[in-house]
Structures are given as C-alpha cells and as structure tokens.
C-alpha cells in the first residue's frame, strides 16, 4: 500500500454526484472480481454524512497502474478524473475501512426465516419482533446485485486513524475487516 490514485467525479447538471460515485464504484467492484483483486484497497477522504466526489484507491504502484491499464471506466471517463499512481505521504496514518452489514427489515428476515425453517408467519412474527431491526447513518453506495438482480445498499465505515499500519487482503469490494490503508 505504498501508492494511491483518487478519482473525482464531476459535477453534472444530468447525474448527482451520489449516483455517479455508485456507477463508479459498481465498475471497480467488476474490476476487482474479474482481477480477483484482493491487492486494491479503497477510501473516501472527504467522508462525511456521504462518501464525497472523491475515491482513493490504494495498492501498490504495479497493481494501481494494471487496473488504470485496464478498460474498467469505460463510460465513467467524461464524468470521473484520476490522478496517476502517486507515492502515499511518509507521514500518514491507517485506518480501516470496512463493510458493515445492518439487518433493518424484519420483513425481510421473517421472510427468510420461513423459507428456511418452514415456520408459519406468526411464528416468524414472534421469533423477529419489530424491535430487532436496526438503522445505521453510516455514508453507502446503492449497488445491484449481478447474480440475484437485488439493488442493496453497501454501508461503509472508516474507523479510528492508527499509526500502525496492518496487512491483509481486501474483498473484491476493496474493504477489509482489519488490513489498513494509508490515511493523509
């Protein structure tokens, strides 16, 4: 993790910011399944109530400059602008950028519960009361599913800065549960 591009998206009086940082991070999500990437680490440094126009995608400078190599932001190229691999800061940080999964809609789970347990819907309705589900205010991105076709929300977390960095994988999604990534 000794490199680093950010990607920008534009402004554009036809898309919001929001839905263009969605189109761009469902086309990293393919890159990195179709590289089985587990190398390409991703932040928001503008993060705050939202993601920001701005993605950083970390790596070392041989993988960030395989992916740019690669045709991943084809149609992405007039609403987005890169930088190319720059050398991460001596002086910054870590931190982790992870998943996190919320179970909010009961329905959902009472649902899956029948299906799974062959139980009747009061039964499902006593099992998963309404208080079980929980809300976050943690910035996402609206993906679709490619194998189920289901649009979801993917909640991303930035956790506390560290001054040690930590190695690991990334998920095809360029998020970890532990390995870190440069923070500046």
Request: charged content about 25%; overall charge positive; hydrophobic content about 35%.
């Amino acid at each position: 993790m000794d490199h680093y591009v950010d990607i920008d998206v534009q402004p554009d009086p036809e898309f919001p910011a929001a839905q263009l940082m969605n189109a761009l991070y469902a086309k990293l999500h393919r890159a990195l399944v179709l590289n089985n990437s587990t190398l390409i680490g991703v932040s928001f440094p503008n993060v705050d109530k939202h993601l920001g126009a701005r993605m950083r995608l970390h790596g070392s400078e041989d993988v960030l400059q395989s992916l740019l190599t690669s045709d991943w932001l084809a149609g992405m190229r007039d609403h987005a602008t890169l930088t190319p691999p720059i050398r991460v800061p001596e002086t910054s940080k870590y931190c982790v950028v992870r998943r996190v999964q919320v179970k909010s809609s009961t329905d959902r789970l009472r649902r899956r519960l029948m299906r799974r347990h062959n139980v009747d819907e009061t039964e499902a309705l006593k099992r998963i009361p309404d208080e079980v589900a929980r809300t976050t205010n943690l910035p996402f991105v609206q993906l679709r599913s490619t194998s189920t076709g289901q649009s979801f929300k993917l909640f991303i977390e930035h956790g506390p800065i560290q001054s040690q960095a930590t190695e690991g994988d990334f998920s095809t999604y360029g998020l970890s549960q532990g390995a870190t990534i440069p923070w500046f």
